[in-house]
């Protein structure tokens, strides 16, 4: 992929720790992608149900206040929307994949995230 190409890739990051969110932020911006940052899944659905063909991909925490990252990716598939949404926790239980399929996710990265995993995933869905 050529870098500039990233560019038109706009991404939705969904985390409320803000260390976690400005690692991954920065990575994906010096990456060459657009990044927007909400702090919870309320924020994610007010972004999303209007604008989600604006977006390429949403990388979603799961334990957020508000509204967690099930909740809202069940929400978004319920209305149609399907755009890949990647799973991003620090649960290290076994039953977490099964979870976040179950709610309508397409993939699971584990926290802390590396720069080689969140590169991965990202092009394997873009």
Do not use: H
């Not at 994906?28 to 657009?34: D, N, P, S, T, V």
């Not at 925490?61 to 509204?67: E, L, V």
């Not at 990647?86 to 584990?110: F, L, P």
Request: hydrophobic fraction near 40%; charge should be negative.
């Amino acid at each position: 992929m050529v870098e500039k190409d990233k560019l038109s890739y706009k991404i939705l990051l969904v985390e409320d720790d803000f260390v976690n969110g400005k690692i991954v932020k920065t990575l994906l911006e010096k990456a060459a992608y657009q990044v927007e940052w909400v702090k919870n899944g309320k924020e994610a659905l007010d972004v999303l149900i209007p604008n989600s063909t604006a977006y390429s991909l949403v990388l979603m925490d799961i334990q957020m206040p508000i509204i967690n990252g099930y909740e809202v990716s069940i929400n978004l598939r319920e209305i149609g929307v399907n755009i890949p949404i990647i799973c991003m926790t620090a649960n290290a239980y076994c039953d977490e994949k099964t979870k976040s399929k179950e709610a309508g996710m397409n993939d699971y990265i584990s926290k802390p995230v590396t720069k080689t995993a969140l590169f991965e995933i990202i092009e394997k869905y873009l």
